[in-house]
């Protein structure tokens, strides 16, 4: 197993340790050795353990998440992946699960990590299980409350910082470079292996590679991740063609439509708030190679599409996921997919939107959206005047 610089294209040895490329600094990748018969056992993460770079330590049974099909949005064959259904409530486990058996097989005693919440919540999690310390900086202020609930339960040693999620990602590489600490954040190649797992159920479950998949974009780790995961499908032979990845961005934080980084970002969708992209250059390789697309919306089409899911396809995402559905509605809406299917002779479109995280992580963004419930007293006849039974 080694490591490739996807800027460079240098190699390096694969230490577990080496985070970035010793030579010019640029993001690294993992190149796992991939079978000629891959054999799957059992189900979720592990099942693909083949293809990780670490056998399993510390678990708590992610992955195998719900793919359901949605037929409300008026799109024949659109599938979501609720990763809302992993142990924490979001993808950050398929890759928590990864990272944190690496660390305690290296015998790192801290972990570390930056946190809009779910890696936090997640990294939190895992480190209880496996008996280690973990310290998450988040931003002050600018974290949903569920989140923060998990870290705080898990026992992590949180620190809130004066600033956004790109000043605590910039003091968590500090901490790093000081030494001590290890970071499990998705500048580690070796997290991202467990969150390509999502590509292989999502193959797997349909039996091919959809032509789409739609998803929130911060980081830009998911998305590059998930692209990883199909082309090693497609390379073991197991899938034809591979999907175009959308990446969706909230307005008001978009580096990658930009082009460069924003330095004050600003959603609703808290987990996506961010203005420079530590893998920027990975994302963006994916949408280019795969032929894709960034798409922004704005926080009120991120909370439209939030309710409009929940009430019509039963389904509770927080902003973030919204953000995937309201990118799809709009490129439904712009007449983008109907070019897309012509161009593949008319045969209805095979779209996976990931959906990554589950709505209770915000509640008050979701109670917030309504007009408050009436309190009325507790009388037989008024309760039913008001709900129009009487
Ligand atoms: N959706 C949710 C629910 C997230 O929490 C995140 C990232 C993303 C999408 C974007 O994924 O960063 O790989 O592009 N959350 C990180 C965190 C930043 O700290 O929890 P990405």
Request: aromatic fraction near 6%; include cysteine; glycine fraction near 10%.
């Amino acid at each position: 197993m080694k490591l490739r610089c996807i800027s460079c294209e240098k190699r390096h040895p694969s230490d577990g340790v080496t985070l970035t490329c010793p030579s010019c600094r640029g993001l690294l990748e993992v190149e796992v050795p991939l079978p000629y018969r891959p054999k799957f056992v059992g189900r979720g993460v592990w099942r693909y353990a083949q293809l990780l770079p670490v056998k399993q330590e510390v678990t708590l049974g992610e992955g195998d998440t719900r793919l359901y099909r949605c037929s409300r949005a008026g799109m024949r064959s659109l599938w979501v992946k609720c990763e809302g259904g992993n142990p924490t409530g979001s993808f950050k486990d398929r890759g928590m699960t990864v990272g944190v058996s690496l660390a305690k097989r290296l015998r790192r005693k801290i972990l570390v990590c930056a946190s809009t919440g779910n890696t936090a919540a997640s990294l939190a999690a895992y480190a209880a299980r496996a008996g280690l310390r973990a310290v998450v900086l988040l931003p002050a202020g600018k974290v949903a409350t569920g989140k923060v609930a998990q870290a705080v339960i898990h026992g992590a040693e949180l620190v809130q910082i004066q600033g956004n999620f790109d000043v605590a990602m910039a003091l968590v590489r500090g901490l790093e470079r000081e030494g001590h600490v290890y970071i499990l954040n998705s500048l580690n190649p070796y997290r991202l292996e467990g969150q390509k797992t999502l590509a292989f159920e999502v193959c797997e479950e349909l039996s091919r590679a959809p032509d789409f998949v739609v998803l929130p974009v911060g980081n830009g780790g998911n998305v590059s991740a998930i692209w990883k995961g199909f082309r090693e499908w497609k390379a073991m032979g197991l899938c034809g063609r591979l999907p175009k990845m959308i990446g969706v961005q909230a307005k008001g934080a978009a580096p990658l439509l930009a082009g460069h980084a924003i330095s004050h970002p600003q959603t609703v969708a808290t987990a996506i708030c961010i203005g420079d992209p530590v893998n920027a250059s990975k994302a963006l390789a994916a949408i280019r190679e795969s032929r894709g697309r960034v798409v922004t919306v704005s926080d009120r089409e991120i909370l439209d599409a939030q309710q409009w899911f929940a009430r019509t396809e039963g389904i509770f995402v927080e902003p973030a996921s919204a953000a995937a559905i309201a990118g799809l509605l709009k490129l439904h809406a712009s007449g983008y997919l109907a070019k897309a299917r012509r161009r593949l002779g008319g045969r209805p479109l095979m779209i996976v939107c990931i959906l990554t995280g589950h709505g209770l992580k915000d509640p008050e963004r979701a109670i917030h959206s309504i007009r408050p419930p009436r309190r009325l007293p507790p009388s037989l006849s008024v309760v039913g005047r008001a709900v129009g039974l009487k």
